[in-house]
């Protein structure tokens, strides 16, 4: 990144933005000389001004990398049955309003299980094998509900 702008540069957005050319005392035309210390110095305060928006966003890029890495720690924790409705509300939906991927958790629901053994799962909680989901019937308990 370039530190300072040359006289060329501050010259051509001056004339871009419809400052003009004046006769200077040795005959030629050129911008007054304040104008070229007026660019540097708003170039310069643009300049603070990005680093502390890169500074602010590095610090969010941070704040947001940290939590993700807090989720995802908690997200392994936890079973494929577990994973499989975080946040389900009861409704079919989770907290975000997707389409949940099954039933509400047994501590949401009013069914609670019995000492019987699933008939679907037979036991298990989870049903398939080569991408286990938890049961649907018994809510992944493995024991028939009331």
Known sequence: ???QMTNDQIQAAALAAGFTLK?????GMALHPHMFE???????????????????L????????SVAN???????????AQQACIGCTG?????FGM???GPPPIEASKNQPTGRECHVCKGAGSIGVRRPARCRHCGGTGKELV
């Open 91 to 95: 409704d079919g939906y989770d907290s």
């Open 23 to 27: 006769p200077q005392p040795d005959g």
């Open 1 to 3: 990144m370039q530190n």
């Open 38 to 56: 007026f660019g540097r110095a708003m170039f310069a305060a643009g300049q603070r001004a990005a680093d502390e928006e890169i500074a602010r």
């Open 70 to 80: 807090q989720a995802m720690a908690e997200l392994s924790s936890l079973t494929i």
């Open 99 to 101: 389409r949940c991927s």
């Open 58 to 65: 590095r610090n969010a890029l941070a704040d947001a990398k």
